[in-house]
Structures are given as C-alpha cells and as structure tokens.
C-alpha cells in the first residue's frame, strides 16, 4: 500500500512539475534564445541542444524511480499471497477437519495482494508510458518552437 501511494504522490508531482514549472521553464529558456544574437554558428547550436536536454532531463529525472515502483508491485503483491496462502495452510493444519469452503475462503482472501499489486502496475505502467510519450513529444515541440521563435525574431 506504502509502495502504491509512493508511485502514485511520483506520478502526480510529475504531472504537475510538467503542466506549471516545466512549462515556465520552457518559456524561459525560449526567451533566453530568442535574446542571443547568434543562432546558426555551432558553438550555438550546440548550446540550443544542451538546453534543450537539461530541461527535459528535469522532466525525465524520476522516470527510473516510477519504473523501478511499477517492478515492485507485483512483486509484493506475490509477497502477500505467499504469506497469506500459509495462513490459510496453517488454519487449515490447526482446525483438524479439511473444511473446503473455509480453504477456498483463504485461498480467495490470500489472492487478493497479487490482483492489487497487478492493478497499481498496470496502471502505473500506464503512466509511464504516457510520460515517455509526453517526453518525445515535448523534445520535438521544444526544439520547433526555438526554431521558429528565431525565424519570428528575424522576419
């Protein structure tokens, strides 16, 4: 549960670090280029494409965090099951009688981490694949909107 609501608090900060502060940022680092006076040598060039990838390294940064959580909850929702389906072995051990509905009661009971675990992956994967889409796309908007702000600059 800790390990869902941890991916979840990373998945809504990123939306809201890209919807206000990477789009402020954005801005600022357009004006900054529009400002030079050089565009075309490759000294500047190449400035344009570090800060291009130093702003979308900002908003790639916890992108290994949000997989490494997507990898963990299956897994601990297999940690659940195992730890469960012993109980049910062991109450079953304890009560003498093989009673088959309280089994399948523990049994259903025990299964329950691993649906859990499964549903937060999915949906985290979800996420991180729509933030890799949003990455690509922005890095293709960000490099065309530097290149025509300069063209509107010069025309």
């Known amino acids: 549960m800790l ?11 990123r939306l809201i670090y890209w919807r206000v502060t990477h789009r ?22 190449t400035l344009r494409e570090v800060w291009t ?18 990898a963990i909850c299956p897994l601990l929702g297999l940690l659940g099951t195992v730890t469960g389906m012993i109980q049910v072995f062991d109450s079953l051990s304890l009560s003498d009688s093989g009673q088959a509905r309280a089994m399948a009661d523990g049994v259903a009971r025990a299964t329950l981490p691993t649906l859990v675990g499964m549903a937060v992956a999915v949906v985290g994967l979800l996420f991180v694949s729509r933030l890799e889409q949003i990455i690509r796309r922005e890095d293709q908007r960000l490099h065309d909107r530097m290149a025509r702000a300069v063209e509107d600059a010069h025309a």
Request: net charge positive.
């Open 24 to 45: 402020r940022a954005r801005r600022v680092l357009i004006d900054a280029w529009i400002q030079r006076r050089d565009h075309v040598s490759w000294s500047a060039l």
């Open 3 to 13: 390990v869902a609501m941890a991916l979840f608090a990373l998945a809504l900060e």
């Open 53 to 70: 990838r130093e702003l979308l390294a900002r908003l790639r940064q916890p992108l290994p965090w949000l997989k490494l959580l997507v």
